[in-house]
């Protein structure tokens, strides 16, 4: 069976510091990863995705994530981290048929941007 | 274009009552799917659809019923409401094509007393 394992619940940064969100995925076939942000009271927002080919992702809001088969990570990074930032973050797997009709989710890392 | 829209965004249900969650979208996708998100689990899948008048169970499937008559709609009905079905319900789309993201609606609070 798919997982997704989100090690960190919350994290707290300063503003302008760099972030690094760790997830580790196990699945018996290719993945298909994903990454959401999720602010208060809101749906999910796609930040990025990884399906092949370059293992480093760009996404929007200046995030990126890398791919790292032999360690079963897809870890989310930010060089500069703003206040506007602070969310719920959740990685996610899919199967590489690529239907995102079956996502499974970690279980999220709250992150906390201090002024 | 509005996306994937979910009525009611809030709902307090009594033990015993039904109810129906309505997702709508637009974007003509052929994939839909319910999830729900509790503290500290993240979001775990209910059920899902590939198309019209084709359902599947999720990993949390008991308690819930679905149906899609439409492409554009997939409603989920609780038939006798629980408290363990107090949640925060979300509904997805996307298209059916390889490396296709899926797009979540805004989310229904459902808390059940």
Request: glycine share 10%; aromatic share 12%.
């Amino acid at each position: 069976a798919q997982s997704v394992t989100q090690p960190d619940i919350h994290i707290t940064v300063s503003e302008g510091a760099s972030l690094e969100l760790r997830c580790n995925y196990s699945y018996g076939a290719t993945p298909y990863l994903f990454w959401y942000v999720q602010s208060p009271g809101q749906g999910l927002q796609l930040l990025l995705k990884y399906f092949s080919g370059d293992t480093l992702v760009q996404g929007i809001k200046g995030f990126e994530a890398e791919f790292k088969r032999s360690q079963s990570s897809f870890n989310l990074r930010k060089p500069s981290v703003h206040w506007s930032d602070a969310a719920e973050y959740f990685c996610a797997v899919g199967p590489f048929t690529g239907t995102a009709s079956k996502l499974t989710f970690g279980t999220g890392t709250r992150l906390q941007v201090t002024l | 274009n509005a996306g994937v829209t979910q009525t009611p965004k809030f709902q307090v249900l009594k033990t015993g009552q039904s109810m129906t969650l309505q997702c709508a979208q637009d974007m003509n996708h052929e994939y839909m799917s319910w999830y729900r998100q509790d503290p500290g689990m993240g979001l775990r899948l209910i059920h899902y659809s590939v198309g019209a008048g084709i359902t599947d169970q999720g990993e949390v499937p008991n308690g819930y019923n679905v149906s899609r008559s439409t492409t554009e709609d997939f409603p989920l009905r609780l038939l006798s409401a629980a408290p363990s079905q107090t949640s925060v319900y979300f509904c997805a789309s996307s298209y059916s094509r390889r490396q296709a993201e899926a797009f979540f609606g805004q989310g229904t609070r459902l808390t059940v007393v």
